[in-house]
T-cell receptor, first 115, second 111 residues
Framework: SAVISQKPSRDICQRGTSLTIQCQVDSQVTMMFWYRQQPGQSLTLIATANQGSEATYESGFVIDKFPISRPNLTFSTLTVSNMSPEDSSIYLC????????????FGPGTRLTVL | QKEVEQNSGPLSVPEGAIASLNCTYSDRGSQSFFWYRQYSGKSPELIMSIYSNGDKEDGRFTAQLNKASQYVSLLIRDSQPSDSATYLCAVNMGGSYIPTFGRGTSLIVHP
């Protein structure tokens, strides 16, 4: 499976500010995914990012709040904009494996706390 | 609505016992099923995939799939304290290539 890194690993931010999370993969991948995991909850997909096109957002998530970039086949960023304490969560990027069964592999995550 | 259901637990088993984790899903046409292990403060790690009815074994782990009854389970034999974690069930439903995750079952293996 691909090796995935994320930066920062954690951050504490003030209300109203924005944070950009980076995700780097050691091989080229077509799609990258961004998830949120709130405390005690499961994984919720925020959006799917394809290189060269606009990200596809899931219901309840909008581009103005979570802008995503995908400049090449190994890198993506997720920005959490105008943060509030409700945005405190773990943010995870993932990529698909190489089999035809669509398994996903996750980066180490970014733990965000908004005060 | 696509749903994956798991008992949140915690499931507590003694060291050396078999831990049995269960998951049900709402879409009868689902094709791919996954079990992830998530240690506290870490990201999910894929431990098993299963696509056909029956059992699939990998070391101490066995995944069991019953599509007619719409459930998938994970058995962990000879449970160790290091198996203590949250286990997430994920299912590709509705023809989607993106899995839907359950809330996870917390497993505690006590010495």
């Amino acid at each position: 499976s691909a090796v995935i890194s994320q930066k920062p690993s954690r951050d504490i931010c003030q209300r109203g500010t924005s944070l950009t999370i980076q995700c780097q993969v050691d091989s080229q991948v077509t799609m990258m995914f961004w998830y949120r995991q709130q405390p005690g909850q499961s994984l919720t997909l925020i959006a799917t990012a394809n290189q060269g096109s606009e990200a596809t957002y899931e219901s309840g998530f909008v581009i103005d709040k979570f802008p995503i970039s995908r400049p090449n086949l190994t890198f993506s960023t997720l920005t959490v904009s105008n943060m509030s304490p409700e945005d405190s969560s773990i943010y995870l990027c993932s990529v698909e494996g190489r089999s035809s069964y669509n398994e996903q592999f996750f980066g180490p995550g970014t733990r965000l706390t908004v005060l | 609505q696509k749903e994956v259901e798991q008992n949140s637990g915690p499931l507590s088993v003694p060291e050396g016992a078999i831990a049995s984790l269960n998951c049900t899903y709402s879409d009868r046409g689902s094709q791919s099923f996954f079990w992830y292990r998530q240690y506290s403060g870490k990201s999910p790690e894929l431990i098993m995939s299963i696509y056909s009815n029956g059992d699939k074994e990998d070391g101490r782990f066995t995944a069991q799939l019953n599509k007619a009854s719409q459930y998938v389970s994970l058995l962990i034999r000879d449970s160790q304290p290091s198996d203590s974690a949250t286990y997430l069930c994920a299912v590709n439903m509705g023809g989607s290539y993106i899995p839907t995750f359950g809330r996870g079952t917390s497993l505690i293996v006590h010495p």
